[in-house]
Nanobody, 120 residues
Framework: EVQLVESGGGLVQPGGSLRLSCLAS????????MSWIRQAPGKGPEWVST??????????DSVKGRFTISRDNANNAKNTLYLQMNSLKPEDAGVYYC???????????WGQGTPVTVSS
């Protein structure tokens, strides 16, 4: 059974940092591209970052230079996706999901999400 479990969200002041984690299980983690997607209250999902099996990464302009996606698939017990978020802005607030990417802009499994609030 494929499982994606996010953690690390919380309340942070503008300009602060958070590191999100997503523990993956039930599939060969290193064989899939993985993404982070967020959803702000009242808005649709917004793609935040992707890391490919090649370890190449991609970001939208809204987070480029502030967010860093990475992965640890050294062994099955530590199949984890990360999102380091720096210089956070109020518009970065939302629920952050990790997702397994199967095609461009298509994801077949999502985690339950972890909430991020950016407020003073």
């Amino acid at each position: 059974e494929v499982q994606l479990v996010e953690s690390g969200g919380g309340l942070v002041q503008p300009g602060g940092s958070l590191r999100l984690s997503c523990l993956a299980s039930g599939f060969t983690f290193g064989s899939y591209d993985m993404s982070w997607i967020r959803q702000a209250p009242g808005k649709g999902p917004e793609w935040v970052s992707t890391i490919y099996t090649t370890s190449n990464t991609n970001y939208p302009d809204s987070v480029k230079g502030r967010f860093t996606i990475s992965r640890d698939n050294a062994n099955n017990a530590k199949n984890t996706l990360y999102l380091q978020m720096n210089s956070l802005k109020p518009e970065d607030a939302g629920v952050y999901y990790c997702a397994r990417k199967v095609k461009p802009a298509q994801y077949d499994y999502w985690g339950q999400g972890t909430p991020v609030t950016v407020s003073s």
